[in-house]
Every structure is written in C-alpha cells, then in structure tokens.
C-alpha cells in the first residue's frame, strides 16, 4: 500500500507558474501525474521512472516539467506558462512496488493522491 499526499495547488493568472508536490509513504518506481477538469474524463499528463526517464503529454510539453526525488520519496511538477485549459484537479499515482514494466500504461496507477485544485484566470 502506498500513501501519497499532494500540495502545492492554487490560484494563478495565465503565463504564471505553479509547483506540485506528492509525497509519497515508501519509495515506488513509477510515478505519474493525471488532471481532471470540469465535465472531463481524468487524463495522463507526464509520467517518470526513477532513473528520470520522463514523458509527457502533448499539450504539456515545454511547459510542465516532471521530477522526483528518490530519496525523499517525492514527486514534483513544474507547470510553467499556464494557461486556463489547465484549470483541473490534479492528482499524483503510483504503480505497485512490486510490479515490473515501464512507466507509461495508465492502468499501472492505483495508488492516488487526493488531489490538489489548480486554477488559472485568463
């Protein structure tokens, strides 16, 4: 079982820049962000694996930034240039511990967060 708790949401005007944090209770491997918008099914949006391998959704890309620190059991992402379509809740995932694979099968993720509202005003 893991426990992740995220922070790190909040209010921003469009252009600006937000960092999230999830804390993780034991070291996994693979880890992931996700968002749901209003009306919106939850969607991937940039996974990691602990050598740092990254990946990311297409509407993301240059603009968020994935990272973890192992040692510390957390996962980080760096949302810059923020538009409103990035208005959601966003939620850190975690796959088993003891599951094998790559990172990037969303049906790997059955440890969440519970989540953290990022708004942006345009």
């Known amino acids: 079982q893991v426990q992740l708790v995220e922070s790190g949401g909040g209010s921003v005007q469009a252009g600006g820049s937000l960092r999230l944090s999830c804390a993780a209770s034991?070291?996994?491997?693979?880890m992931g962000w996700f968002r749901q918008a209003p009306g919106k099914e939850r969607e991937a949006i940039a996974f990691?694996?602990?050598?740092?391998?990254?990946t990311y959704e297409d509407s993301v890309k240059g603009r968020f930034t994935i990272s973890k620190d192992n040692a510390k059991n957390t996962l980080y992402l760096q949302m810059n240039s923020l538009k409103p379509e990035d208005t959601a809740i966003y939620y850190c995932?975690?796959?088993?511990?003891?599951w094998g694979g790559g990172c990037t099968s969303t049906s790997i993720y059955i440890y969440w967060g519970q989540g953290t509202q990022v708004t942006v005003s345009s």
């Open positions: 990691i694996d602990t050598d740092g391998t990254s």
């Open positions: 995932a975690a796959r088993p511990i003891t």
């Open positions: 034991v070291y996994t491997r693979c």
